[in-house]
């Protein structure tokens, strides 16, 4: 069974009417040049770098004329009440490409560093802070890798904060996150006993072009290994997979559970009608899940024009009372649906 809702969306990060700034991080933050990974962990000694001003290109902080690797790092610190919240980092634009860590934890990247390089300056960088990660008995630190190949490097303009949204919906299991991920059609894809170890690993959510798969088109999959608590056993669960560009077909440990547009098996098989307008929401049967244990979940993609892949959230599963009460909530007020392009 399909459960769908008809949202407009822009090649642009996602923001509704109900968000707002919980932490303002423009400001100085610590920055050195180089590139070390322990510089993600919270107890590296930071004591002796620099300090710029984010945002600006580091160019007019002091390093002109560096191109290259650079470290940011700050700390903040939030409340419990903050912490439950459906946060977001918003680091505004970097260049050319990123790579974030939240208490030591890897929570989303932008283009590809070398070898594989490719930028994304132009794009905004918004990425789903998991309150796991988050403390609220000590300072938090965020840790963020730039690469910049040439010109102006580093986080350069935008409104650098910690942001809440207070009308999209949040999962009961967050799969937002590192997927595997292969191009080409193989159904074997859908078994889980097919390795995947040798496949590549990319961000959910976010266009696959953004992620070393520059003017890719055609078939590719996704998967990801992940439990749902025997606490939902037994209720009416819904899967939301975000937006998709264009069509798809969803998999859980091998059997179908849903899918959008006529995918097909070939490129004279498919027809496309804005299925990358879609949100995808589809219910899942029990008979499928394996609760308290591993669950394989695959997702078939066929992309035509521009950017590809499953490219916006909120992307995990969610009991379909809390779904049902999201969708009637925005379905009376479908303005706000069609506007939830925040202009930061």
């Known amino acids: 069974m399909k459960v769908t809702v008809f949202i407009l969306f822009l090649f642009s990060t996602l923001y509704s009417a109900g968000t707002q700034r919980v932490v303002d991080l423009r400001g100085h933050w610590k920055f050195n040049i180089g590139d070390n990974m322990h510089w993600a962990e919270t107890d590296y000694d930071d004591s002796g770098w620099e300090k710029i001003f984010v945002p600006s290109a580091w160019e007019d902080e002091g390093f002109n004329g560096y191109d290259g690797y650079a470290w940011y790092r700050r700390t903040i610190t939030l409340t419990p009440e903050q912490k439950e919240k459906n946060l977001y980092l918003h680091l505004g634009f970097i260049d050319d490409v990123d790579e974030v860590y939240l ?102 959510p976010s266009a696959w072009e953004l992620q070393g798969f520059k003017d890719y088109d055609g078939f590719a999959w996704y998967r990801k290994t992940f439990k749902i608590p025997r606490s939902m056993e037994g209720e009416k669960l819904i ?61 078939r993609v066929f992309d035509k024009y521009v950017q590809g892949g499953i490219y916006q959230g909120p992307v995990g599963i969610v009991r379909y009372g809390k779904y049902k009460s999201w969708l009637d909530r925005n379905k009376k007020d479908k303005k706000s649906l069609l506007d939830r392009l925040f202009d930061f």
């Open 103 to 204: 208490n030591g934890h890897f929570i989303g990247f932008s283009g590809a560093f070398p070898p594989s390089y490719f930028t994304a300056y132009n794009l905004e960088r918004n990425y789903r802070i998991p309150s796991e990660y988050l403390y609220t008995d000590r300072p938090n630190l965020i840790a963020i890798r730039v690469y910049d190949h040439e010109l102006g490097g580093g986080i350069l303009r935008g409104k650098i904060g910690i942001y809440e949204d207070t009308e999209i919906i949040v999962p009961d299991v967050n799969l937002e996150g590192l997927w595997k991920f292969r191009t080409g059609d193989e159904m074997s894809s859908v078994e889980p006993d097919t390795p995947d170890d040798q496949w590549k690993s990319v961000y959910v």
């Open 239 to 299: 899967l939301l997979l975000g937006f998709i560009d264009d069509l798809d077909e969803a998999y859980l440990n091998g059997k179908w559970v849903g899918g959008t547009g006529k995918i097909g098996m070939g490129w004279g098989n498919l027809e496309l009608s804005g299925e990358w307008q879609e949100f995808r929401a589809y219910e899942l049967n029990d008979d499928f899940i394996n609760f308290g244990g591993q669950n394989l979940l695959a997702v």
